[in-house]
Nanobody, 121 residues
């Protein structure tokens, strides 16, 4: 069974950091580009960051550039999203997704169940 599982979310104060993980089971994550997306209450889902199969290319939404870093460890079948200098507007459910084509606007085929990130004092 193909599955993506996110972890690492939680409650953090503004200015704090979190590292999200996206672990794959049932398939080899290294064959896919990976994207991180988020959806806040009452808002549409937005692309946050993506990484190519090899990890050689990455892209970020303007709202997170300079604060978030995406990386992958294909040997561990896991992709990470390091989030620093968190702001209240980063509060959302974060999802990872796997797809054949790299890009924030690409179609992704497999999705995780999401992990909640709440930034609040």
């Amino acid at each position: 069974q193909l599955q993506l599982v996110e972890s690492g979310g939680g409650l953090v104060q503004p200015g704090g950091s979190l590292r999200l993980s996206c672990a794959a089971s049932g398939f080899t994550l290294g064959y896919y580009a990976i994207g991180w997306f988020r959806q806040a209450p009452g808002k549409e889902r937005e692309g946050v960051s993506c990484i190519s199969r090899s990890g050689g290319s990455t892209n970020y939404a303007d709202s997170v550039k300079g604060r978030f870093t995406i990386s992958r460890d294909n040997a561990k079948n896991t992709v990470y999203l390091q989030m620093n200098s968190l702001k209240p507007e980063d509060t959302a459910i974060y999802y990872c997704a796997a797809g054949s084509i790299y890009g924030l606007g690409s179609q992704y085929d497999y999705w995780g169940q999401g992990t909640q990130v709440t930034v609040s004092s």
